[in-house]
């Protein structure tokens, strides 16, 4: 079955960076779209980033353009997001997804917390 595993969520200071990996299983990786979503409390979730499969062509939200970079790697099935200058306005719970014969699977998210 489908499964997604984040890590590398944490507290950072604002203007720090983190990387975000998403390791991925039962699924033909390579063949696949892959997509970061966040959510803040009280908010609903949002997109981040996506990133397609074979070329890798990347898309991004507006309030992260500039700031955040998705990238992957077939050979080991993850999906990273590297964050740098992060915000206040970061702080989220950070999920990858795939969307696989009409379905949404998702991770159990990671947390980023930015704040002094």
């Known amino acids: 079955q489908v499964q997604l595993v984040e890590s590398g969520g944490g507290l950072v200071q604002p203007g720090g960076s983190l990387r975000l990996s998403c390791a991925a299983s039962?699924?033909?990786?390579?063949?696949?779209?892959m997509s970061w979503y966040r959510q803040a409390p009280g908010k609903e979730r949002e997109l981040v980033a996506t990133i397609s499969r074979g070329s890798g062509i990347t898309n991004y939200a507006d309030s992260v353009k500039g700031r955040f970079t998705i990238s992957r790697d077939n050979a080991k099935n993850t999906v990273y997001l590297q964050m740098n200058s992060l915000e206040p306005e970061d702080t989220a719970a950070y999920y990858c997804?795939?969307?696989?014969?009409?379905?949404?699977?998702w991770g159990q998210g990671t947390q980023v917390t930015v704040s002094s």
């Open positions: 997804s795939v969307r696989k014969l009409g379905i949404m699977y």
């Open positions: 039962g699924f033909t990786f390579s063949m696949y779209t």
